[in-house]
């Protein structure tokens, strides 16, 4: 046999069997839920995960009589154990974490002012460090991307009403003011949001006063009003929620004052999808959270003031709050606020409607389909059978 053909085709098969292994699941057999508890306390909330399953978010707990207080947390692979991140004075709260189980949120720093600042910690939760403001009294994160940018909000002078969005350098370093859309008044602007590239998305000011969503270049630099490129009022409001790494960003916008559509654009934020109009008769709706896959978290409002919570996928909706999972759980109401790359999902369950403390942060997980696991095996039999022939000289 002809030898180049016979590599190429030795060749043909191992990617094939690469191919096998690496397809996603184009469907879920089913979905499990697991309760992730609270550090000692009647309460937990789930605010964000990575892609091994570690969640981040703030449980309550007792440090000694009555006295109550709260603290981030971290938990192991798949939500199992919750470690307790401290704070540097009684207070701290959870909002991301990156794949290499860095945490940012934010801690009370003094007692009496009640002042609280943007927090980074290090690998796997290790370690809390106050990442400063400013200028002002507060400030704090909303997201982490995996070299270890920060972004959030802070005050610029101390005692004023003006917040802006910031960015910080890797693993915390230095922090730089992003500005924001106005230049007249540049009262207020947030970061809510950072991808692998450093963009940063959020809401800032504009000069007629309203709030429009943002998109910055890599690295922070620039913001360009998303809402203005994407062909949104420029006389109401909108914000961008979430970015993942090809630059899709996910939000709300404002139709009217009592109602708010969802959002998901295409790269580097380009074209948008109105996930109410298409999909929701115009019911109100926001668009939380997405992954690389282009999975999004959407909170519709199904009946006045019933809100459930959405899975966008492959072009359709998921109702995540009717999942057999979720039903049996015993919450009676659920929400969901992040999602990962494996398509696992973060939320928090309430059992008691009428007391909104008796609630406890979950991970949703999907469960393949049973050919998929065939396809697993198959791949591996593969690999194993192509790497035994190699070995004998075949």
């Given at each position: 046999?002809?030898?180049?053909?016979?590599?190429?085709?030795?060749?043909?098969?191992v990617?094939?069997?690469?191919?096998?292994?690496?397809?996603?699941?184009?469907?879920?057999a089913?979905?499990?839920?697991?309760?992730?508890?609270?550090l000692?306390?009647?309460?937990?909330?789930?605010?964000?995960?990575?892609?091994?399953?570690?969640?981040?978010?703030?449980?309550?707990?007792?440090?000694?009589?009555?006295?109550?207080?709260?603290?981030?947390f971290?938990?192991?692979?798949?939500?199992?154990?919750?470690?307790d991140?401290?704070?540097?004075?009684?207070?701290?709260?959870?909002?991301?974490?990156?794949?290499?189980?860095?945490?940012?949120?934010?801690?009370?720093v003094?007692?009496?002012?009640?002042?609280?600042?943007?927090?980074i910690?290090?690998?796997?939760?290790?370690?809390?460090?106050?990442?400063?403001?400013?200028?002002?009294?507060?400030?704090?994160?909303?997201?982490?991307?995996?070299?270890?940018?920060?972004?959030?909000?802070?005050?610029?002078?101390?005692?004023?009403?003006?917040?802006h969005?910031?960015?910080?350098?890797?693993?915390?370093?230095?922090?730089?003011?992003?500005?924001?859309?106005?230049?007249?008044?540049?009262?207020?602007?947030?970061?809510?949001?950072?991808?692998?590239?450093?963009?940063?998305?959020?809401?800032?000011?504009?000069?007629?006063?309203?709030?429009h969503?943002f998109?910055?270049?890599?690295?922070?630099?620039?913001?360009?009003?998303?809402?203005?490129?994407?062909?949104?009022?420029?006389?109401?409001?909108?914000?961008?929620?979430?970015?993942?790494?090809?630059?899709q960003?996910v939000?709300?916008?404002?139709?009217?004052?009592?109602?708010?559509?969802?959002?998901?654009?295409?790269?580097?934020?380009?074209?948008?999808?109105?996930?109410s109009?298409?999909?929701?008769?115009?019911?109100?709706?926001?668009?939380?959270?997405?992954?690389?896959?282009?999975?999004?978290?959407?909170?519709?409002?199904?009946?006045t003031?019933?809100?459930?919570?959405?899975?966008y996928?492959?072009?359709?909706?998921?109702?995540?709050?009717?999942?057999?999972?979720?039903?049996?759980?015993?919450?009676?109401?659920?929400?969901?606020?992040?999602?990962?790359?494996?398509?696992?999902?973060?939320?928090?369950?309430?059992?008691?409607?009428?007391?909104?403390?008796?609630s406890?942060a979950?991970?949703?997980s999907?469960v393949?389909?049973?050919?998929?696991y065939?396809?697993?095996?198959?791949?591996?039999?593969?690999?194993?059978?192509?790497?035994r022939?190699?070995?004998?000289?075949?």
């Amino acid at each position: 046999m002809n030898m180049k053909y016979l590599k190429f085709k030795r060749t043909a098969i191992v990617f094939a069997a690469v191919y096998a292994i690496s397809v996603p699941a184009l469907g879920y057999a089913d979905w499990s839920l697991t309760k992730l508890g609270t550090l000692g306390g009647v309460s937990s909330y789930g605010n964000a995960l990575n892609d091994l399953g570690q969640v981040a978010g703030s449980s309550e707990f007792v440090p000694g009589g009555k006295d109550r207080a709260a603290h981030a947390f971290i938990t192991g692979p798949d939500g199992i154990g919750m470690a307790d991140l401290g704070a540097i004075r009684r207070f701290s709260f959870a909002e991301d974490i990156n794949e290499l189980g860095q945490v940012v949120g934010a801690t009370t720093v003094d007692r009496i002012s009640g002042f609280q600042h943007a927090f980074i910690t290090g690998l796997n939760g290790v370690g809390l460090i106050d990442l400063g403001t400013l200028g002002g009294g507060n400030s704090r994160a909303f997201g982490i991307n995996d070299s270890g940018q920060v972004v959030g909000r802070s005050e610029i002078t101390l005692g004023s009403n003006t917040s802006h969005a910031f960015i910080t350098g890797p693993n915390g370093a230095g922090m730089t003011d992003l500005g924001t859309l106005s230049a007249l008044t540049g009262r207020f602007s947030e970061a809510n949001a950072i991808n692998n590239s450093g963009r940063v998305v959020g809401r800032s000011h504009t000069d007629e006063g309203y709030f429009h969503a943002f998109i910055t270049g890599a690295n922070g630099v620039g913001m360009t009003d998303l809402a203005s490129s994407l062909g949104l009022e420029s006389e109401s409001n909108s914000v961008a929620f979430d970015i993942n790494d090809s630059g899709q960003v996910v939000g709300s916008f404002d139709v009217s004052p009592q109602n708010t559509h969802g959002f998901v654009t295409g790269p580097d934020g380009v074209g948008m999808i109105d996930l109410s109009t298409t999909f929701f008769d115009g019911r109100e709706s926001s668009a939380l959270s997405i992954n690389d896959a282009g999975d999004v978290l959407v909170s519709v409002e199904i009946e006045t003031n019933v809100f459930h919570s959405f899975l966008y996928k492959d072009g359709t909706m998921i109702d995540l709050n009717l999942l057999d999972a979720v039903v049996t759980s015993g919450f009676k109401t659920v929400g969901f606020t992040d999602i990962n790359n494996n398509g696992q999902i973060v939320g928090t369950g309430v059992y008691n409607v009428f007391v909104p403390s008796s609630s406890e942060a979950f991970l949703l997980s999907p469960v393949p389909e049973p050919e998929v696991y065939t396809m697993l095996l198959a791949g591996l039999g593969l690999i194993g059978f192509m790497m035994r022939r190699r070995a004998a000289g075949v």
